[in-house]
């Protein structure tokens, strides 16, 4: 883990609401794993506001990127850094995804949860398909980085204005038939609000799938001191215990948690 006085090389407006910003932060860059996150203290907020975590999009060449939404003070605070602002940064943090497994990889991203899937989908030796959903095509990101690294794209919008009609998992159902009708393994990774990933997680036990999941709970400290980021979860021998997202996880197998 690193705390790194991080400059912004970019700042990118990607839709209305949402930006990527890029930060020279070189070797925590270097070190994080698709599924890590970071913690940031926003310039001008020092002494009233937590640090904010953001899930790395990518990172690479001593270069990290962060693809977030403008939906307070802070990251409104944030989307005015220029070049050459500087951001302290502390990371990389938690745990990643697995990268060695068999079968085809079906990612499935609700409208910002798609960053770690980028980074995921970026260290991969094989592609497969990459699922997005959001309430309006304004939610649908990130599609063509992922056709340009080899990616099937599928979308979904709740109104309509993008691909399917409807939630994520309409054309994660789809898929999951196709696949299995031609007898095709597959892993599934998601990130996205809290009761898509419950959906993920039940069309893993049902269609006998292993999925990995990242949580996303309210984080303080980010490094398990504070315990505000606490997960009901299952061992192997079907005990259950409390693990902490920031430091536990934020990744986890589908059937390891306790809903």
Avoid at 31 to 57: D, K, M, T, W
Avoid at 109 to 134: C, D, E, N, T, W
Wanted: glycine share 12%; proline share 4%; hydrophobic share 45%.
């Amino acid at each position: 883990m690193f705390d790194v006085l991080c400059e912004v090389t970019e700042q990118k407006i990607v839709t209305e609401d949402y930006m990527l910003i890029r930060l020279q932060a070189g070797a925590l860059a270097e070190q994080a794993r698709p599924g890590q996150f970071v913690h940031i203290r926003i310039p001008g907020l020092e002494q009233s506001c937590l640090r904010r975590p953001f899930s790395i999009f990518d990172a690479k060449d001593g270069a990290l990127s962060i693809l977030y939404k403008t939906v307070g003070r802070g990251t409104e605070m944030m989307r005015a850094l220029q070049h050459g602002h500087k951001l302290q940064v502390i990371g990389p943090l938690g745990n990643g995804f697995p990268l060695e497994f068999n079968g085809i990889p079906l990612l499935v991203a609700g409208a910002y949860g798609i960053a770690p899937l980028h980074f995921l989908a970026s260290q991969l030796k094989r592609s497969g398909v990459i699922m997005v959903g959001g309430r309006t095509a304004g939610d649908i990101l990130a599609t063509a980085e992922f056709e340009a690294l080899g990616w099937r794209v599928a979308i979904a919008t709740e109104d309509g204005t993008a691909g399917d009609k409807g939630l994520v998992t309409v054309p994660l159902v789809r898929e999951l038939a196709r696949f299995k009708a031609a007898g095709q393994a597959v892993v599934m990774f998601a990130c996205g609000p809290d009761g898509m990933l419950r959906a993920v997680a039940d069309l893993a036990y049902k269609n006998e799938v292993k999925a990995w999941l990242s949580l996303d709970k309210h984080m303080v400290c980010g490094v398990g001191a504070c315990l505000a980021c606490v997960q009901k979860l299952r061992r192997e021998d079907g005990s259950a215990w409390v693990g902490r997202v920031c430091n536990d996880g934020p990744i986890f197998e589908a059937a390891s948690i306790i809903w």
